[in-house]
């Protein structure tokens, strides 16, 4: 497809369940992010790629957050043992190059609801 | 400490006239300022992107200003109509500073435009 692609749109986990979250990102941009909105707040950043390289993951929450892009193109998001603050909406991002000041484009989300 | 505001409270204005959001931040010194527009249940939208260099940046009907010295910027859209209804994400560019590609947000302003 011509944009960004998340996968599952919606997801409902029971408490303590792992989850992993897809990323399908515009063919051939360089860079990917991975942002978590929680509702009526702005994107906080959670990580970024350089290609296949995860260059910034200062912003995963824990060490229960796991994220890789392993041949530079998809990405996954992986939360073990999610818990209720989990619960958001994870924006995947993806711009073409590597330089700064790019246009990003972010994907409609996944929406994770834990219970 | 570090911080980006918009205008908490929803922004309500008649069809035709201007709406001006505004973003203020401390502590940050960007490169470049982002403002995206988001719809419920969709991902955040790329609109503009302003230099540190630049005072003033247009684009059809809307309109972004940049004033490091205040740490602030102002978006503007002219003739407002009922579609331009939706939250307005401000976005500061910290890469050089970062050396990643990563956007720090403000919360987004919610602009209601009546017919």
């Known amino acids: 497809g011509a944009g960004v692609s998340q996968s599952p749109r919606y997801k409902v986990a029971k408490r303590g369940q792992d989850v992993a979250l897809r990323c399908d990102p515009i063919s051939g941009h360089v860079s990917l992010f991975w942002y978590q909105q929680a509702l009526g707040q702005g994107p906080e950043f959670l990580t970024y790629?350089?290609?296949?390289?995860?260059?910034?993951k200062s912003g995963l929450p824990s060490d229960r957050f796991f994220a890789e892009r392993p041949e530079g193109s998809v990405s996954t998001l992986k939360i073990q043992r999610t818990q209720q603050e989990d619960s958001a909406v994870y924006l995947c991002?993806?711009?073409?190059?590597?330089?700064?000041?790019?246009?990003?484009?972010f994907g409609e989300g996944s929406w994770l609801t834990v219970v | 400490s570090q911080k980006i505001e918009q205008n908490s409270e929803a922004l309500n204005i008649q069809e035709g006239k201007t709406a001006t959001l505004t973003c203020n931040y401390t502590?940050?010194?960007?490169?470049?300022l982002q403002w995206y527009r988001q719809d419920p249940g969709r991902g955040p939208v790329f609109l503009l992107l302003i230099r540190e260099n630049e005072k003033e940046k247009r684009k059809e009907r809307l309109k972004v200003t940049f004033d490091t010295t205040l740490k602030q910027s102002l978006f503007h859209i002219t003739a407002s109509q009922p579609a331009d209804s939706a939250t307005y994400l401000c976005?500061?560019?910290?890469?050089?500073?970062?050396?990643?590609?990563?956007?720090?947000f403000g919360q987004g302003t919610t602009l209601q435009v009546k017919p």
């Open positions: 502590n940050y010194s960007p490169a470049y």
């Open positions: 790629f350089q290609n296949e390289a995860q260059l910034d």
């Open positions: 991002a993806s711009s073409p190059t590597n330089l700064f000041g790019n246009t990003i484009y």
């Open positions: 976005a500061l560019d910290i890469s050089f500073s970062s050396n990643t590609g990563k956007l720090i």
